[in-house]
């Protein structure tokens, strides 16, 4: 199971298209909104999220989601089941992605310690730690960022290619019309 977390002002095309991709690769997907269903987005769509914050199971976890996004970021951070949960996942070893200002999050926590990444312009100084990169994602040892909305197609390929496949990641991204 993927959980994709959703806090009010999330950027809607890095968690809704990052969504949408995952589940055209039959990934189990459950988006979670933090502090209820109906969570806004940064641009003011409404999006009915699978699940509230307090509903949330690591039971079968493969991955965390974590959009960008601002004031999604900061809510992000700002909620201690999404705290809890990353820390799980890190301490367990299962794959955490983060997109645009959300890379952040785990720099904050010295989950980037070491570890190639990137993030939205001016949110490196936010990656503790990290090797900070020059391409529009970057993979590293169970870690996987992106620099935002523009490339998060690429973004949602590479989790596919993680917990799936490169070849159904290749696949996907063609029948997409990906180049």
């Known amino acids: 199971m993927i959980l994709v977390f959703l806090a009010n002002g999330f950027e809607e095309i890095e968690a809704l298209a990052t969504v949408d991709v ?42 965390v989601v974590l959009p960008g996004g601002m004031p999604g970021t900061l809510n992000l951070e700002k909620s201690p089941v999404v705290q809890r949960v990353v820390e799980y996942a890190a301490a367990k070893g299962i794959l955490l992605c983060a997109i645009c200002a959300a890379p952040s999050i785990l720099g904050h926590k010295g989950l980037l310690e070491d570890k190639k990444a990137v993030c939205f312009p001016g949110y490196e100084q936010e990656l503790t730690g990290a090797q900070i990169q020059d391409g529009p994602v970057a993979m590293d040892d169970g870690v996987i960022t992106a620099r935002g909305a523009g490339v998060t197609v690429e973004f949602a390929l590479s989790i596919v290619s993680a917990l799936a496949s490169e070849e159904t990641a290749r696949k996907l991204g063609a029948s997409m019309q990906c180049r």
């Open 22 to 63: 995952l589940r055209r690769a039959e990934l189990n997907v459950v988006t979670v909104g933090v502090g209820g269903k109906l969570i806004r987005g940064s641009h003011g769509i409404i999006v009915g999220a699978d699940i509230e914050d307090g509903d949330v199971s690591v039971e079968g976890l493969e991955a």
